[in-house]
């Protein structure tokens, strides 16, 4: 009797909440059920530093890890920058081998793995330079672990589910 008077308290909660004028938050717990205010602020926070995303971008590109350190994320900056540096370092490499080199066959070999590096150097500054991109786009999603519906800004109503246990 007991689960059936709480869901539809439930019930009359959610279809109750299309009903109630401004913002609204439904909470379900164990033992009760509650629809508290909400206001625009409080389902719309920011993250008070956003990036550009065309600055990001740029960056990485003119920099080995300038867009990432840019979004503010230093240890993938430092990573990009190690492998970025490490490619350049082993085209130079080749290339100073391919110059040196005695026969067709060696040349042959040590120009292909100069290019090889740089196939993947280029690959790495497209990613690097993408992630920064996506990085500085995204600053301001919200992460957060409450999965509820928030309201938009021309005044629709949201739900918000919270099962605790």
């Known amino acids: 009797m007991r689960k059936r008077l709480m ?3 439930v019930l009359a909660a959610v279809l109750g909440t299309g009903s109630l004028p401004g913002y609204c938050q439904t909470q379900f717990t164990r033992d009760s059920l509650t629809v508290s205010a909400l206001s625009p602020a409080d389902s719309l926070k920011k993250k008070p530093l956003a990036q550009s995303p ?6 990485s590109i003119l920099f080995p890890g300038l867009g990432q ?5 230093k240890l993938k900056a430092m990573l990009v920058f190690s492998v970025e540096t490490g490619l350049i370092v082993n085209a130079v490499y080749w290339n100073q081998k391919t110059q040196s080199a005695q026969n067709a066959y060696d040349r042959a070999y040590f120009a292909d793995n100069r290019n090889l590096s740089n196939w993947w150097l280029l690959f790495t500054i497209f990613m690097s330079a ?3 991109y996506v990085d500085a786009q995204l600053s301001n999603f919200n992460v957060s672990p ?3 519906l928030t309201p938009a800004s021309d005044g629709l ?3 918000s589910l919270k099962i605790r246990r």
């Open 69 to 73: 350190w840019y979004n503010g994320k």
């Open 157 to 159: 109503i949201g739900l």
């Open 146 to 148: 409450n999965l509820s």
């Open 54 to 59: 065309r600055a990001a971008l740029l960056r």
């Open 130 to 132: 993408t992630d920064a």
């Open 7 to 9: 869901g539809f308290a």
